[in-house]
């Protein structure tokens, strides 16, 4: 079969390709009617982040059969146009790993030990031996800022070096932090307690800006290292730390705009080691990520399981209509839970009744569990969730009963904590419209769509009122609501569907009122 590569990967995958019987063409930097030319008779497409993957391409491209991402990032790939066209969109997350890794050890020493600025005057003639006093790493506090695959990683590496390890990651047990040789703590707790801290999480709505003044204040006198993803840190805040003496030293690989502009305050700071995005740049790094997408690419054409398929359902042709729905139900229902409950998850239970029941519902369930990883993992699908939850000790239990008392179908997402479960229940109505219908023990009937709020309440007269009127101080609009009681005058469950989002001001004040227990803000696919 033909594979097309649109941008230049190892010639160790090209030589995989080969190797399988495979033809292969390259044809770089080719766009517009000339990508679509060269795509229409291709059965396989590889491509970096060179090349835009768009429905357009889709179309042109009768016989693809798998679109190869050399690399983690499929932006560029239209996934939901891949999907409707049959066709597999596969990444490579492993590939680089070692190598950001290695990259993010070699900051921390650069960083810890003057190593680029002793260079810098050295090769300038200056003999500078006295302006600098290092710091080891040996029994110094190994601060982790999310516990995945490039934080263990690193973990690993320097917990053989002799540091202590505490790690921040709400949604990684305590047994597998544990394994690692990690103390798991609080945000607050691992940066006071750091000397070098790293950052090792995507950048999602919840986690942009999460290192900022506050703290870095609380890191005081140590190192922040982030090769990561730009945006996590606060470049201006962290350049003022370093420049006022606050933090020791920094070392940056990542930016918020990239490439970085001249005019970047993290680029006039001494003391702050910057490198351009090199965490993946190695040799072994780029032929693994060549040959690991090669290899997905001869199974898809070989009809055999694809490792990293980031949206090839696992169930049988004919029984995938009648299970669709319930997808995204599941879905939804997970990313409720989560995001209601807020804590470190140790548990997944995913629950159906009724007709459904009698389904194949492993693609259903490894749904439920993408959306309970949403907010940590930015390329999570219902493919690799099970195997998140595996590295993160996250006990997965499916159950089934074909009694309901109330719908002809009923999925049940609950997530648990350390002392603390939340209950998301969702059915389909007419021409499969779905409703979140309980959250917990309160019957609801909810549109899951956009924006949500979820308020839990003293049942007293006004109180629906004054919340209104808040989010109408702050122009969000109401489109839907339904509440819910324990009994009179004990406690209350509002659901409201927004037109917008709920400013942290609105928010703040719906909370300080003595009558809102709490007042929780979802926001869910569709959301603008």
């Known amino acids: 079969m033909k594979v097309l590569v649109t941008d230049p990967i190892a010639d160790a995958g090209l030589d995989r390709l080969r190797e399988a019987g495979h033809e292969v063409e390259t044809a770089y930097d080719v766009e517009g009617d000339a ?78 030990r003057s190593i680029p600025q002793a260079h810098i005057r050295l090769k300038d003639g200056e003999w500078a031996k006295g302006d600098y006093l290092g710091t080891e790493v040996n029994g110094k506090a190994l601060g982790v ?79 922040l290292v982030n090769c990561a993803r ?49 965490g993946a740049s190695t040799e072994a790094a780029q032929e693994n990520v060549a040959t690991s997408t090669a290899d997905q690419v001869v199974a898809a054409l070989a009809e055999e399981p694809v490792v990293n398929a980031l949206n090839a359902p696992s ?15 599941a879905e939804t229902a997970g990313k409720i839970a989560t995001q209601l409950l807020d804590q470190r998850i140790d548990s997944i239970e995913v629950h159906y009744e009724g007709d459904i029941a009698e389904e194949d519902v492993e693609l259903v369930t490894a749904s439920a569990q993408k959306g309970v990883f949403q907010p940590l993992e930015w390329q999570v699908n219902a493919v690799n969730a099970p195997q998140i939850a595996e590295e993160r000790g996250v006990e997965v239990t499916e159950s089934k009963t074909r009694q309901t008392e109330d719908f002809q179908s009923l999925v049940r997402v609950t997530v648990s904590g350390d002392d603390e479960s939340i209950s998301v229940e969702g059915t389909l109505f007419a021409d499969d419209d779905p409703r979140i219908v309980r959250v917990d023990d309160y019957r609801v009937d909810a549109i899951p769509h956009g924006h949500m709020l979820v308020a839990r309440n003293k049942d007293e007269p006004g109180v629906i009122g004054f919340i209104g009127t808040v989010l109408g101080e702050h122009e969000v609009n ?45 926001e869910l696919n569709g959301a603008e």
Not at 83 to 103: C, D, L, W
Not at 315 to 329: H, Q, T
């Open 145 to 223: 800022v999310g516990l995945g695959r490039v934080g263990q990683e690193v973990a690993k590496k320097l917990d053989s070096l002799g540091m202590d390890l505490v790690a921040y990651d709400p949604y990684i047990s305590e047994d597998r932090a544990a394994q690692l040789g990690a103390e798991l703590v609080d945000l607050d707790d691992c940066l006071d307690r750091a000397d070098f801290l790293t950052v090792h999480t995507p950048l999602t709505p919840e986690t942009e800006g999460l290192i900022s003044d506050e703290e870095l204040a609380q890191l005081e006198g140590g190192y």
């Open 478 to 522: 109401i489109a839907g609501m339904f509440n819910a009681r324990e009994a009179i005058g004990g406690e209350a469950l509002t659901v409201y569907t927004l037109d917008a989002q709920v400013p942290d001001d609105a928010k703040e004040a719906l909370e300080n009122d003595d009558r809102i227990i709490e007042a929780r803000y979802i």
């Open 230 to 278: 730009g945006g996590v840190v606060d470049e201006e805040a962290l350049a003022e730390a370093v420049e006022d003496g606050v933090l020791a030293g920094a070392a940056v690989d990542v930016f918020a705009e990239e490439p970085v502009s001249p005019d970047n305050p993290l680029l006039d700071v001494n003391d702050v080691v910057v490198t351009p995005h090199l």
């Open 315 to 329: 169930i049988d042709e004919s029984a995938f209509p009648r299970v669709e729905p319930y997808i995204g139900l």
């Open 35 to 112: 990508l679509l030319s060269a795509v229409s008779d291709a059965n396989g497409l590889i491509v970096r982040s060179g090349t835009d993957v768009t429905e357009e391409v889709f179309d042109a491209a009768p016989d693809l059969v798998i679109v190869g991402r050399a690399g983690i990032g499929v932006d560029n790939i239209d996934i939901d146009a891949a999907t409707e066209h049959g066709v597999i969109v596969a990444n490579a997350p492993e590939g680089n790993v070692r190598a950001a890794a290695e990259h993010t050890v070699a900051m921390a020493f650069a960083s810890a």
